[in-house]
């Protein structure tokens, strides 16, 4: 088996419509960095050495105080991006089972990433915001053939 993939949805950012930028820089509510800060905690004893994520502010605010934890840089990834494909998505999760990484992208990819997954790998719930994933090394290596 592969290193644990730990797969985080963006923490609370409002709604759409009650934010009066653009998409991309919506920041986490109050209660998102709450969930944000229960993430980092949830994950506290995990072993983590790399921690993805979308472009878009919320998702990097989401993973941001466990990144600080561990002093760690949130590597930014528009492969997870709002509009993103899932088979580069797919490839970028894939390719990231070599270390215990975090990556965090929205909702909807996530599901569809989730989906996928569900048929080469081990995925549990984690908590409200994450799920793990764990794919067989030959599962990772061979990512591209498996769609």
Do not use: N
């Amino acid at each position: 088996m592969g290193h644990p993939i730990y797969l985080v949805r963006e923490a609370d950012a409002g709604g759409r419509l009650s934010w009066p930028g653009p998409d991309k820089i919506r920041p986490l509510s109050a209660e998102g960095w709450r969930q944000a800060q229960e993430l980092a905690a949830r994950l506290d004893g995990a072993h983590v050495v790399r921690v993805i994520s979308s472009p878009w502010l919320r998702c990097r605010q989401t993973v941001m105080p466990l990144a600080d934890a561990r002093d760690l840089p949130v590597e930014s990834e528009p492969a997870l991006g709002e509009i993103a494909s899932v088979d580069r998505a797919f490839d970028l999760v894939c390719a990231s089972t070599g270390a215990p990484t975090v990556i965090c992208s929205h909702l909807g990819l996530l599901h569809a990433l989730l989906e996928r997954l569900r048929w080469s790998a081990r995925v549990a719930p984690l908590c409200g915001l994450a799920w793990t994933a764990t794919l067989p090394a030959v599962a990772g290596a061979t990512a591209g053939g498996s769609r």
